[in-house]
């Protein structure tokens, strides 16, 4: 008899260990889930928003448009800063604008000064590098993200049936504009630039 009092005992003092113990592994797995959750909450709120990737940038585009239309009959040849930061450069000549994220501070848009009969004008963006490298190889601290050539249509005509590389931004009814991007690796210091320059071909607009 006093043995099967104590397998009964032995019995119950094993299930309330175990019924213990489970209770305490469900109660640290909640514990954890509960803790984690809260770092990730915390991680997406500290975490600055990076503007310079192009699909946040197309954020800013969409409120350029409206200062677009306000500066769109402006006619003098410097970059106007925008409420967003964003510069909007208008070409005197022509009357097309160009658009630059804040991140193409400095940037520059001048007259090519290679004539070619393959079209009427020419124009290059450029932005200044600190890239010794290329300072060193090309002798320059100016690189061209890309060129605006102003063609006839029937110099545009000719160029669909060459090895031309080149995109048609626009047009009004004297000319096509074709946006041509850089040759060759970039200086390393315009990486950011680079991934940007698509987005500143598609702002392009003319009167």
Not at 85 to 97: A, L, S
Not at 110 to 127: H, N
Request: proline content about 3%; aromatic content about 12%; overall charge negative.
């Amino acid at each position: 008899m006093k043995k099967k009092t104590l397998v009964i005992v032995i019995i119950v003092v094993l299930v309330i260990f175990f019924g213990i113990s489970a209770l305490a592994c469900v109660g640290y797995l909640l514990w954890k889930a509960a803790n984690d959750s809260g770092n990730e909450n915390n991680t997406m709120i500290d975490e600055p928003i990076n503007f310079h990737m192009g699909l946040n940038d197309n954020v800013n585009i969409e409120n350029t448009n409206s200062d677009k239309s306000s500066n769109k009959n402006s006619s003098k040849d410097e970059n106007e800063n925008t409420s967003s930061n964003e510069t909007i450069y208008t070409n005197p000549d022509y009357g097309f604008t160009l658009t630059f994220p804040m991140d193409w501070k400095g940037v520059k848009v001048q007259p090519s000064y290679v004539s070619s009969a393959d079209y009427v004008d020419s124009y290059e963006v450029l932005l200044q590098t600190t890239d010794q490298e290329f300072i060193d190889t090309y002798g320059d601290q100016y690189f061209a993200m890309c060129l605006v050539d102003i063609m006839t249509q029937q110099q545009w005509d000719d160029a669909q049936e060459s090895p031309f590389i080149g995109e048609e931004l626009g047009r009004d009814d004297r000319y096509v504009y074709v946006g041509t991007h850089f040759n060759g690796m970039p200086p390393i210091d315009l990486e950011v630039q680079t991934r940007q320059l698509e987005d500143v071909m598609d702002s392009f607009t003319v009167k």
